[in-house]
């Protein structure tokens, strides 16, 4: 009878042991470490990846994401190519330009419908059209493209970039502006250098592009390269699903959007991103309502002024440079 007790013992102490083990939680799987390298530093066309991160959404996603400011961000395109980066923002004609010299980068997703670049120049100067700029000098960061966006801005009012003075004051944009080292600058954005130039007393002509003769195209993209979406889609859906949930949140609500992304940030200056994120993003939504979609007209036009412009050449097949299908899977 006791080796009996014993053994009845034994088994219902084996029982509670498995029926706890049944009851515990199943041991969480590692997050998936990728990174995106921004374009320029943290600001409110930020916001939405810093919602994903600070909301779980990428966690959501089995990923751990790193959001950087590269050293050099002019080295976006390439870093994404080697593998160094999973993912980065770049701006829509250099990743044409890029994929012409054979680095192999797509964009996934766009970030901004239409173009944020533009000429500035000050209210006192009396620069109001691109005609006006002949003879002048005109600061630039010195990005592959701004040269041929400024000739058709020019060509379009009967003048040439022979008629303008181009001086490379990297991304200084405003200082050489409102210290008037230049006359004008190209690259600057009217949804925030020129919040920043009016809050320092400068008041601003500005010149959009898609408004004097340049054709509409994405001013920003994710970029990703070639092999990642070959080799791993699963890991590009699940990060564009992420960014995807981020933006919506900003664009439901960009105050709250800019006052997470100060929060996380605190170096972002309140004063220029509140008024500023307003104008910005109604520019992150898109015509059909699917973030991050892109347009095969818009590519091809832009690739054809690109052509037209000396910048590419007529065998660049721009519908290779972009791919919709991960935005299109969030539907």
Wanted: charge should be negative; include cysteine.
């Amino acid at each position: 009878m006791k080796k009996l007790a014993t053994l009845l013992l034994v088994s219902l102490a084996l029982f509670l042991v498995a029926a706890c083990g049944s009851d515990s939680e199943p041991t969480a799987e590692p997050l998936t470490k990728v990174s995106i390298a921004l374009d320029w530093f943290p600001w409110s066309n930020h916001s939405g990846l810093f919602i994903a991160q600070e909301r779980g959404y990428f966690a959501d996603e089995g990923l751990d994401v790193s959001i950087f400011t590269p050293g050099d961000p002019s080295t976006v395109l390439q870093t994404v190519a080697s593998g160094r980066d999973d993912f980065g923002i770049s701006y829509q004609p250099e990743l044409l330009i890029a994929r012409e010299k054979g680095i192999p980068v797509v964009s996934v997703m766009a970030l901004v419908q239409h173009p944020l670049n533009s000429v500035m120049s000050l209210k006192e100067s009396g620069i109001v059209e691109p005609k006006d700029l002949a003879g002048k000098k005109v600061g630039a960061p010195g990005l592959p493209s701004d040269e041929s966006l400024l000739d058709t801005m020019l060509r379009n009012q009967g003048l040439t970039l022979d008629d303008v003075e181009m001086v490379n004051v990297g991304f200084d944009l405003v200082p050489a502006l409102i210290s008037k080292q230049v006359d004008a600058v190209v690259g600057a954005y009217w949804v925030h250098e020129s919040i920043s130039a009016t809050n320092q007393g400068f008041e601003l002509n500005i010149m959009r592009m898609e408004q004097n003769g340049v054709p509409d195209f994405y001013e920003l993209v994710i970029v990703a390269n070639e092999e990642k979406i070959a080799q791993d889609p699963d890991l590009v859906q699940s990060f564009v699903r992420g960014v995807t949930r981020g933006y919506q949140d900003a664009i439901a609500d960009p105050q709250d959007a800019v006052q997470l992304l100060k929060r996380v940030k605190p170096e972002v200056d309140l004063a220029i991103e509140i008024p500023g994120v307003e104008l910005l993003a109604p520019l992150w939504a898109t015509d059909n309502g699917v973030f991050g979609w892109q347009e095969e007209a818009r590519w091809k036009d832009f690739a054809e002024w690109l052509v037209d412009t000396g910048r590419l050449s007529a065998s660049t097949d721009p519908m290779a440079a972009f791919d919709n299908s991960f935005v299109a899977n969030n539907q």
